[in-house]
């Protein structure tokens, strides 16, 4: 799923928003599920949650950006 979407974002000459915002959200999903498994090793259910981390911390970003609401049709102006 990773290379897909990195080849999928690199691909584009100009990645929009509205096309990263869902692909970060799926990886949160996905990260936040192998968070969880038990089944997984410790270390990997480690750097998963360090991932998952990083990920919110930039995906929390876009609550303050106008630019983001624009794009995905949150606030109207």
């Known amino acids: 799923m990773f290379i897909r979407a990195m080849q999928y974002i690199s691909k584009a000459s100009v990645t929009l928003i509205h096309e990263v915002i869902p692909i970060i ?4 999903n996905l990260f936040t599920t192998m968070h969880l498994d038990v089944t997984l ?3 990997v259910r480690y750097a998963v949650k ?6 919110r911390k930039y995906f929390a970003k876009t609550d303050d950006c106008i630019y ?10």
């Open 25 to 28: 959200d799926k990886f949160d």
């Open 41 to 43: 090793h410790a270390t």
């Open 50 to 55: 360090a991932a998952l981390r990083v990920l």
């Open 68 to 77: 983001y609401r624009i794009a995905m049709s949150k606030c109207f102006i």
